[in-house]
């Protein structure tokens, strides 16, 4: 079965950083682009990040400069690095991606991961 699962999450301090990875198990055979959101207590889940297929990515103003987007060599796998970390950027991060499997193609959620930014 194909799942979609983050890790890396963990408590850093402003300033930190902290590399999150998005996997894809089950057979695959790519993933057609990836988007991060993250989801603070009390909020709306917002966008934060974006590489397509062809590798070109996009940010929110809020992120901008300090987080980068990537997808690994063998298509199965994404990340998001994240530099000089604010407490505005503490919240539940998720990834999402198209991927094209052997049933076809279909969008997958993560179950999300824990990011808390605190002294």
């Known amino acids: 079965q194909v799942q979609l699962k983050e890790s890396g999450g963990g408590l850093v301090q402003p300033g930190g950083s902290l590399r999150l990875s998005c996997a894809a198990s089950?057979?695959?055979?790519?993933?057609?682009?990836m988007r991060w959101y993250r989801q603070a207590p009390g909020k709306q889940r917002e966008w934060v990040a974006t590489?397509?297929?062809?590798?070109?990515?996009n940010y929110a103003d809020t992120v901008k400069g300090r987080f980068t987007i990537s997808t690994g060599n063998a298509k199965n796998t994404g990340y998001l690095q994240m530099n000089s970390l604010k407490s505005e950027d503490t919240a539940v991060y998720y990834c999402?991606?198209?991927?094209?499997?052997?049933?076809?193609?279909?969008?997958?959620w993560g179950q999300g991961t824990q990011v808390t930014v605190s002294s």
């Open positions: 590489i397509t297929s062809g590798d070109s990515t």
């Open positions: 089950g057979s695959i055979f790519s993933i057609n682009g």
């Open positions: 999402n991606a198209g991927i094209w499997h052997a049933s076809g193609y279909r969008d997958y």
